[in-house]
């Protein structure tokens, strides 16, 4: 069984991270991860995040209120444990303006590095605290996974992948996609939110079944 698999998702949205490993474990389960495509496509929590971003417990507390956010950030330390992630909420300061984090994503998908940088950029964010809206800090990334600095900087004022990120945004939309992870696999069939593990292996069975029906 082999597999292209379609991912919009924020690098600031912890339920993207929970669905990686989720969708990680069950490609793993049925031995097929090393013969999986997966393509990270941009969506952006807040577009209109000011360009040096917001300060976190702020940006918390106008959208959910202060106590809510505080009971949010608890479920989700719980759910990230189940699934060995360590979010490390209380080391946030920032909230960040991801377009530049898209654009490096995209470059490096031209390098055949999405993957490992969108892994970095999750760990830099949720364990390690770091402003992944910073150009010094994603050029560190960037370069921890084997990315050539002065290119990934040269990628984060680029005109073309601003662009190109746009684009695919307005494609997200288009498809009437209001909220991430949303998963396409093989262009054909999509799974939105993080579903877990045992229900990606029963829709991922069933869909190459040698009795599923196949698309016309």
Same mark, same amino acid.
């Given at each position: ?27 793993? /389960? ?30 918390? +507390?106008?959208?959910?209120? +202060? ?14 444990? +189940? ?9 946030? /300061? ?24 969108? %892994?970095?950029?999750?760990? +830099? ?9 910073? %150009? ?17 900087? /040269?990628?984060?004022?680029? %005109? ?8 695919? %945004? ?47």
């Amino acid at each position: 069984m082999s597999l292209t698999i379609s991912v919009f998702s924020d690098v600031i949205c912890p339920w993207c991270l929970i669905g990686k490993r989720r969708l990680e474990r069950a490609l793993d /389960q049925l031995s097929i991860r090393n013969s999986t495509t997966v393509e990270w496509l941009p969506f952006e929590l807040n577009p209109n995040m000011p360009p040096e971003g917001m300060e976190r417990a702020r940006y918390r +507390a106008q959208k959910f209120g +202060a106590d809510r956010a505080a009971t949010l950030d608890a479920h989700l330390r719980e759910l990230g444990a +189940a699934e060995g992630i360590s979010f490390m909420f209380d080391c946030i /300061q920032r909230t960040p303006n991801t377009r530049c984090a898209h654009m490096l994503i995209a470059y490096a998908g031209r390098q055949g590095k999405a993957d490992p940088l969108v %892994e970095a950029l999750f760990r +830099a964010y949720f364990e390690h605290g770091r402003d992944v809206g910073r %150009e010094d800090v994603l050029v560190d990334v960037a370069a921890s996974v084997g990315l050539d600095p002065d290119e990934a900087a /040269q990628a984060l004022v680029s %005109e073309r992948l601003r662009e190109l990120v746009v684009e695919v %945004e307005r494609r997200a939309s288009d498809l009437q996609i209001a909220g991430v992870p949303f998963f396409i696999v093989d262009n054909a069939w999509a799974v939105s939110g993080a579903q877990t593990t045992e229900q990606w292996l029963a829709a991922l069975n069933e869909r190459h079944s040698p009795e599923a029906p196949v698309d016309p």
